[in-house]
């Protein structure tokens, strides 16, 4: 598996993934499979929060994405994407934060072929914000559906100690991504809420840029819907790998209008 990130001020979305099928799912994750410690921790909390089998099931997702800067710029789209596939689509009613310069609404698609971009129904062939598209889809399906695809292969878990916030006690889980051509790759910091099995908050790098010894720290709060927790509150800033919380004003990412099993076809993706 390769991971990519993207660069917060030019692109808005962090942290690319490829469009790799997990192997196995959590439900199909036996004793044996188990690599150590912190493995066992992760496919804990994916129990909790639902695995990738529990997004196969629900087919495709359709919800509202808004992203605020402290500057307050905003970009608010409708996403929409198919699991099996993980094909992606995004209709951006407000981007102030991507392709600024475009007035009226634009589209981006993944249809598990090609990348694709409109503007106001036109579509463009600027192959320069096509390669933007090529980061924003995959990575915005990546954040949905990170805690499953924390079981992806490919990966190695590290169980680092624990640590009290706030009087809560936490397991620490490192996780990195193997890479085939020896270029750095992303790494993770899982803060595992010991009492509740769920990830409060994580450290994460852009190694694609080289922001590796200073990562970004982001908090979450969940929302039961059906039968998953979803972080659909979510704040992050630059921190340290103490996970020490700056004066610096946080990155706003809310989720809202979650709808599972909308009965959507490839051709919504075309």
Request: net charge negative; aromatic share 12%.
């Amino acid at each position: 598996m390769n991971i990519k990130s993207v660069l917060i001020l030019a692109l808005g979305t962090l942290v690319l993934s490829c469009n790799d099928k997990p192997e196995k799912t959590t439900m199909e994750v036996v004793k044996d499979d188990i690599h150590n410690k912190a493995h066992e921790l992760v496919v804990e909390m994916t129990k909790k929060v639902g695995d990738y089998q529990t997004l196969l099931n629900k087919k495709d997702v359709v919800y509202t994405y808004t992203y605020q800067t402290p500057d307050g710029k905003a970009d608010i789209s409708t996403e929409k994407y198919m699991f099996d596939g993980e094909l992606s689509y995004g209709m951006y009613h407000q981007h102030e934060r991507t392709f600024p310069e475009l007035e009226g609404p634009i589209e981006q698609g993944y249809n598990g072929k090609e990348f694709w971009l409109k503007h106001n129904g036109n579509k463009i062939q600027d192959t320069v914000r096509l390669k933007r598209v090529a980061f924003n889809r995959p990575t915005n399906f990546y954040w949905f559906a990170m805690f499953q695809k924390l079981m992806d292969p490919g990966l190695s878990y590290e169980y680092v100690g624990e640590q009290d916030i706030n009087d809560i006690p936490y397991d620490i889980v490192k996780i990195t991504f193997n890479s085939n051509n020896n270029k750095p790759t992303d790494i993770y910091q899982l803060y595992i809420n010991k009492k509740t099995s769920l990830v409060d908050q994580f450290l994460f790098t852009v190694a694609d840029f080289g922001v590796m010894d200073e990562p970004y720290l982001m908090t979450l709060k969940y929302e039961q819907l059906e039968d998953m927790l979803i972080p659909t509150q979510r704040l992050y800033k630059k921190s340290n790998w103490k996970a020490d919380v700056s004066d610096e004003p946080w990155i706003k990412v809310n989720w809202t209008n979650i709808t599972f099993d909308n009965g959507l076809t490839i051709k919504d993706f075309n």
